[in-house]
Each structure stands twice: as structure tokens, then as C-alpha cells.
């Protein structure tokens, strides 16, 4: 749920899983420009929330390739601009960080009678 405000959106932004933690809170309402595009808000996001740096942009400041940052339900890789999308005065954004398994060994115990 977003709604203008003269030249500027207020953007209501959910997060998952450990990034819920370091925002502390299940959602975030920031003040964004006409014309944001999915990077910069994530940068912006990462000025909010500094701890949140390494876990959404790389070294040179993109979106990690396992970040999930979905606009309006569709997951940014498959937007049609990508991380260039602008969005929208209208756009729903959920930011997920990757949940992966964990590292299992392989080892081998045989069991004899």
C-alpha cells in the first residue's frame, strides 16, 4: 500500500526472515522520490539500515544475486528493466534475503552386528 505525496511516494516495505530482525519490524514506511528505481531504494534502505549492507548489496553496491526484492508480487530478476524498474506510486515491496539450508557432512557410518 503506497500513496503520493506531492512529488514523493510513501512506500510501505516488508521484510523476511533474519532482515525482519535487524529492521525490527515486520514493515517500514519511507519517503521516496517520483522516479526511484529497485536499486536505489535498496540503497536507501542500506542508509536506514546500515546492518542490512551486507546482506542486500555486494562491494560495489549492487543487489546480491540471492536477494529477493519482489515489486507488486513479481521478483525483480523478472522485470523487464530488472533492477532499473522504477517504481510506481502503487507498488507493493516485499525485500526476502536468501534462506538457504545448512552445511551437512557426508560422512558414512556403518552400523554391524
Not at 516495505?13 to 521516496?32: P, Q
Not at 502503487?90 to 526476502?96: E, H, L, P, R
Request: with cysteine; aromatic share 8%; charged share 20%.
Amino acid at each position: 500500500m503506497t500513496f503520493s505525496v506531492i512529488g514523493k511516494l510513501v512506500l510501505i516495505i516488508k521484510f523476511y526472515s533474519t532482515l525482519r530482525d535487524i529492521a525490527g519490524k515486520k514493515a517500514v514506511e519511507i519517503n521516496i522520490p517520483d522516479g526511484t528505481t529497485i536499486q536505489q531504494l535498496a540503497t536507501d534502505i542500506v542508509e536506514l539500515y546500515p546492518k542490512m549492507r551486507e546482506d542486500l548489496l555486494n562491494e560495489n553496491g549492487k543487489i546480491h544475486g540471492h536477494v529477493h526484492i519482489f515489486v507488486d508480487g513479481l521478483d525483480v530478476p523478472f522485470l523487464s528493466n530488472n533492477t532499473s524498474e522504477i517504481i510506481s506510486n502503487d507498488s507493493v515491496v516485499d525485500v526476502f534475503h536468501a534462506i538457504g539450508g545448512g552445511h551437512y557432512q557426508n560422512d558414512i557410518v556403518v552400523c554391524s552386528d
